[in-house]
């Protein structure tokens, strides 16, 4: 059932999962990337930077393993959550930063670390679509052009890890994430996944309890854990960023996000 419109704002957490000891690109975090105006700044600050956009309707924290990346991000003026350095993925690692709080958020935002080209409007997208109509677990996509569906075929063709996809059921709800592009088709068909999740507080305690599956193992992507112990992921269509939108997969990619970060300006 909607949410009455007198009721008060949920209160809402987002955390910027930030990790070292990356198998495709060790130090990423901490990885520089110029902005328009030619200075450099770390990849970790951003993506903090892409999740303070959001702070006049939550609180932000980076959450990390490693004391390098909490006192670059404390340098700059950022919270930081220690955790535990055997956590599997960055969502564990938002579900360990629950367990430090003295009370629940309603909503809890993963906006992960190589992810500085998240707009606004997708965090507010999320936020927004869970107060409609609350689920355990939501995440956004954008529709794909001639020439970003490109890239995700001509990555996968070269043997590159790209950009992660989906596909859809009828009711909107996610039936699978794959680090190929799927559908097999034109890959301006192809539904692109952002590096954004929002859970539930017990969603998140669910998730951090349970093993993980061989998909998810396979793939490599964490939320199809939740898929495979049965907890449905709601997608939430997002406009394309004019500018694009691409992670920091590996080292090549930090070309295209400069590029991407600079149309932006």
Not at 239 to 257: I, K, S, Y
Request: hydrophobic content about 45%; overall charge negative; glycine content about 8%.
């Amino acid at each position: 059932m909607p949410a009455s419109s007198d009721a008060p704002p949920p209160r809402v957490l987002v955390v910027v999962p930030a990790r070292y000891a990356s198998q495709r690109f060790p130090g990423k975090p901490l990885t520089l990337l110029r902005g328009p105006d030619g200075v450099p700044k770390p990849l970790i600050r951003w993506s903090w930077e892409a999740a303070m956009a959001l702070q006049d309707r939550a609180e932000i924290v980076v959450a990390t393993d490693d004391l390098r990346i909490a006192d670059v991000v404390r340098g700059f003026g950022g919270a930081v959550a220690m955790t535990a350095t055997d956590l599997r993925n960055g969502t564990e690692r938002c579900a360990a930063v629950l367990e430090q709080l003295d009370e629940d958020p309603d909503l809890v935002i993963n906006l992960q670390g190589d992810s500085p080209l998240i707009p606004r409007a997708a965090l507010d997208a999320l936020i927004d679509a869970w107060v409609a109509a609350p689920a355990p677990v939501l995440t956004p996509w954008i529709a794909c052009d001639g020439a970003l569906g490109g890239q995700l075929v001509a990555d996968h063709q070269e043997g590159r890890i790209g950009g992660t996809t989906v596909v859809a059921d009828a009711m909107g709800q996610a039936l699978y994430f794959s680090k190929r592009p799927i559908p097999y088709g034109p890959g301006d068909g192809l539904k692109l996944h952002l590096g954004l999740y929002a859970y539930t507080p017990a969603a998140l305690r669910r998730y951090a309890a349970l093993p993980p599956g061989p998909l998810e193992l396979a793939e490599g992507l964490e939320q199809l854990r939740f898929l495979e112990h049965g907890t449905a992921i709601r997608l939430v269509e997002v406009t394309r960023p004019p500018a694009g939108f691409w992670e920091v997969n590996n080292p090549a990619d930090v070309t295209l996000v400069e590029r991407a970060l600079a149309v932006r300006a």
